[in-house]
């Protein structure tokens, strides 16, 4: 049987190009559509940088087009150049702060982009989807740890809302029509970064995560952490999460597109990928601290709005469902983190 064409959008991202990178590896056929509004590209490549290094990495080649995910010819266009097989749609604007000042640009990339690119789907007949979604489709939780029985859609911004939206709009066009067999994947915290140390997460401008802040204030991009509330009902008062290896997160979308490929049974499946463990801000402080052997200066202000105490996930449907599970701890999230940025302490851009 011929290898699977997959189109990934929003594969030059951080998810995305760890995800590829597997996908390579497994034997799929990669086709990218990115439009580089957060990954970096020097210009004199075709490829996003992050794109070059998983081809140097893997020894594979994939198709690469920088084309934006709402304009509704050029995603057509790529469906008639590439008989596709599944999609894997990592493709979104992605920080919470700047989707509550311009929530418009954030309704029109997450929710119409996906609709043009359901709609050229299944006008191509092509009905196997895996969505990028969040565990802030939950909002605060009202029971640990989360499963996916936990209602969805309490969210407070509006790129929580594209994301409980568009599993919406997913659960029913699963409904409209049998064909459609549709993972979405509720991602807890990602961090971390391939063993290699060639990719890793690069975000523009200052990060609103915290391992990216983390790891930039020990590398010296920037002078303090500032860690929002120390106030939290928490082992030490500051917010716990369930962080997550991208590498883990990227093996997880290999499981989902096997499902995919294998199981004739169609529908809306979701799934929580996370490690069942939370840990606080200063724990994350302190491993950081431990792995990369410098100091990370941190000062405490006030809890960011939107903030809760704690969130963590159960597994145990990925796991029986998906064959998958976590696998990486705490550590190697830190030590990985760590020979990307000291590797590349600007990201992808030259120094
Ligand atoms: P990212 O910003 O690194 O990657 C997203 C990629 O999509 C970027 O390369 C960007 O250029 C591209 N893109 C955005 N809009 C596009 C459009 N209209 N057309 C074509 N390309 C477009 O983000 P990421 O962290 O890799 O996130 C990937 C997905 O996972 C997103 O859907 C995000 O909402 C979801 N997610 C991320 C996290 C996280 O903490 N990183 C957590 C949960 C869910
Ligand atoms: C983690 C902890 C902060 C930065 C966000 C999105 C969510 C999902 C993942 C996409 C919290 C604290 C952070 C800093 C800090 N993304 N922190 N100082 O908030 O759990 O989730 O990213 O879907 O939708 O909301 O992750 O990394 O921002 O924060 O003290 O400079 O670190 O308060 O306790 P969060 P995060």
Redesign the pocket.
């Known amino acids: 049987m011929a290898p699977p064409n997959v189109l990934v959008?929003?594969?030059?991202?951080?998810?995305?190009s760890h995800t590829i990178l597997e996908m390579l590896n497994a034997g799929y056929n990669v086709i990218c559509?990115?439009?580089?509004?957060?990954?970096y590209s020097s210009g004199s490549s075709k490829l996003?940088e992050s794109l070059n290094r998983v081809q140097k990495l893997t020894g594979k080649t994939l198709n690469y087009y920088c084309?934006?995910?709402?304009d509704r010819d050029q995603v057509r266009a790529v469906f008639q150049e590439h008989k596709i097989d599944m999609v894997a749609?990592?493709?979104?604007?992605?920080a919470v702060g700047e989707s509550c000042r311009i929530p418009l640009q954030y309704y029109h990339?997450?929710m119409t982009?996906t609709n043009v690119l359901l709609e050229a789907m299944a006008d191509n007949n092509v009905f196997k989807f895996v969505y990028?979604?969040?565990?802030?489709v939950y909002g605060e939780p009202k029971f640990l740890p989360v499963t996916e029985e936990h209602p969805t859609g309490n969210c407070t911004s509006p790129?929580g809302k594209t994301?409980y939206f568009t599993e919406e709009i997913l659960k029913d066009l699963c409904k409209s029509d049998k064909r459609w067999a549709v993972v979405s994947l509720r991602?807890f915290?990602?961090v971390g970064a391939h063993p290699s140390g060639c990719i890793g997460?690069d975000p523009n401008g200052e990060p609103n995560?915290l391992m990216p802040f983390i790891a930039q204030v020990a590398v010296g991009r920037r002078d303090v952490l500032r860690i929002y509330g120390s106030d939290f009902p928490t082992k030490d008062g500051t917010g716990v999460r369930d962080y997550i290896h991208i590498v883990d997160l990227a093996e997880g979308h290999l499981r989902a597109l096997e499902k995919l490929r294998n199981v004739a049974e169609t529908g809306f499946f979701a799934y929580n990928l996370g490690t069942g463990v939370g840990y606080s801000v200063l724990e994350m402080v302190h491993a950081f601290e431990k792995a990369s052997n410098r100091k990370v200066n941190y000062e405490f202000t006030d809890r960011r709005s939107g903030d809760v105490a704690t969130c963590f996930a159960d597994g145990s449907l990925a796991e029986t469902s998906l064959g998958w599970k976590a696998k990486r701890g705490i550590n190697e999230m830190c030590e990985d983190t760590w020979r990307w940025q000291s590797n590349n302490p600007n990201g992808y851009a030259p120094k």
Do not use: C, Q, V
């Open positions: 959008t929003g594969g030059a991202g951080y998810i995305g559509i990115d439009n580089l509004s957060n990954a996003p084309i934006d995910i709402t749609h990592f493709a979104a604007l992605k990339n997450n982009g990028s979604s969040s565990a802030t790129y994301k991602y915290n990602p997460e995560n």
